[in-house]
């Protein structure tokens, strides 16, 4: 028989563990979330931040990093190759890289789990160590993660890569050397993959039609105080001076404006009256645009942000690109609260092409909302048309009622868990665990901000 646990006490001492945690919230809905969360550092900064400490000949600190089951994979695998990794507490890390070694296949495999972490290794190992191992990659089911925009920048800086029945293995006999790499597409990773490759690359680097994303400056950042020598125009042209070593870094991670606009498009959705810590305007300048056409008001503070309606939801359309775009990663929170508008809105998300599979289970919940799965045409359209993309159209205001759901992913996990509070009665959600990848304390969060629910298990 299942234990129901309180969502005020076992809830949070739960939510402080390291990757083990509760998998199934009773959600009662129906009450507007307002109160304050602290967002920390930004999951897509931290992770990668600590991977950089590798190319360090001497200790890293960073700080503000969140406490979430993505950075302990990474400390993991940190480990693995002998980085001592301590914790200072309050979300400051220290890491050492002297003692890195190699790491059996095994034990990559074992400590990634189902994180594409292990990919961003690849050009620190390679300089540190010679040689590198990707095991089989995992990560949400958003559609698929190729990860030929990594190994054709990796062989241009003249890796080999051989493929083996358990994951890739990479070796570089003659060293790496700098590149004129342009990516197919702006992606973010593979535009990490190669400022961690290429600053210790002989030569210089060109990479053109770069990812931006203030994530992206922000490792920039580090690896300048490293000693890294890079430069970037306007045009998504990044160059990168290679140079003989690095030393650590003492860094403050941005903080994370997934987590910022989830908790926004929370307080909209809910009705509530929501203050994010740690928010900063410039960075969230597009999120905010749309929020306040879709009825949204919000308050611009020197520690925060602070959210909630300003009337009755107006219906609006939405395109998700790169940055300065509209990030993929808002648009399924934001959904949520599209269910509760007047008119017909419409989402096109040309990122990802299945990350519109979460909105079943709004459907299931009382949503009105029909995906189209070759996207829309539109006068008004932007974004280049994508061979991926997909359209969601949200007709409102839908009442939402509880339903027994399963978490699909991370931001989509999110949106239910929210969609659960807005809607009328008991909600079950399944496999909460996930959404502990990119939210710290999520649970804690939830509770003060008044929401209604039990953890069972």
């Known amino acids: 028989m299942n234990t129901l646990l309180s969502a005020s006490v076992s809830a949070a001492a739960l939510d402080r563990t390291t990757d083990v945690g509760p998998e199934v919230l009773a959600i009662r809905g129906g009450r507007p979330l307002t109160g304050r969360v602290d ?3 930004a999951k897509n900064l931290a992770t990668k931040a600590m991977v950089a400490a590798l190319l360090g000949e001497t200790e890293s600190v960073l700080r503000d990093v969140p406490d979430i089951s993505d950075v302990h994979v990474v400390r993991s695998l940190l480990e693995v190759h002998g980085v001592g990794v301590d914790d200072d507490g309050d979300g400051v890390l220290r890491l050492d890289p002297r003692g890195a070694v190699s790491a059996h296949m095994e034990e990559i495999d074992t400590h990634a789990g189902a994180s594409r972490i292990p990919i961003l290794f690849c050009g620190p190992l390679l300089h540190l160590l010679g040689q590198a191992f990707i ?11 190729p990860i030929n925009f990594h190994l054709d920048a990796l062989r241009k800086f003249g890796a080999v890569v051989e493929k083996l029945p358990s994951g890739i293995r990479l070796s570089a006999p003659g060293g790496l050397r700098g590149a004129d790499i342009e990516l197919p597409y702006p992606s973010v990773g593979a535009t990490e993959q190669v400022l961690l490759t290429a600053v210790r690359a002989r030569g210089t680097t060109e990479l053109r039609n770069a990812a931006i994303e203030p994530e992206i400056m922000d490792l920039i950042a580090v ?10 125009e306007p045009n998504r042209v990044i160059f990168i001076e290679g140079v003989d070593s690095l030393s650590g870094y003492d860094h403050r991670c941005i903080f994370d404006r997934n987590e910022a606009a989830s908790w926004a498009s929370a307080a909209l959705a809910t009705d509530g009256d929501i203050f994010v810590a740690g928010a900063k305007q410039q960075e969230m300048l597009t999120f905010l645009n749309v929020f306040r056409k879709v009825g949204g008001s919000f308050d611009i503070a020197e520690d925060g942000i602070r959210f909630r309606r300003g009337g009755a939801l107006k219906p609006v359309t939405v395109e998700t ?11 399924q929170p934001l959904i949520v609260a599209l269910t509760q508008a007047q008119g017909t809105s419409v989402v096109h998300e040309t990122v990802y092409e299945n990350r519109l599979g979460f909105t079943d289970a709004l459907v299931q919940m009382g949503a009105d909302i029909v995906v189209h799965p070759h996207g829309l045409d539109g006068p008004y359209r932007r974004v280049g048309r994508r061979e991926l993309e997909q359209a969601a159209v949200v007709t409102g205001p839908t009442p939402l009622h509880g339903a027994d759901i399963v978490v699909p992913d991370l931001r989509g996990g999110y949106s239910h868990v ?5 809607a009328d009665g008991e909600s079950i959600v399944r496999n909460i665990g996930i959404i502990r990848r990119g939210y710290a304390q999520f649970l804690d969060k939830l509770t003060a901000l008044g929401a209604d629910f039990d953890v069972i298990g």
């Open 418 to 422: 929210i969609a659960a509070l807005t």
């Open 223 to 232: 690896l300048q105080k490293m000693g890294a020598i890079i430069s970037y």
């Open 39 to 41: 967002v920390k550092g």
């Open 135 to 145: 095991p089989d990659l995992g990560g949400c089911r958003i559609g698929d993660r």
């Open 321 to 331: 690109d790169v940055h300065p775009g509209f990030m993929t990663d808002w648009q």
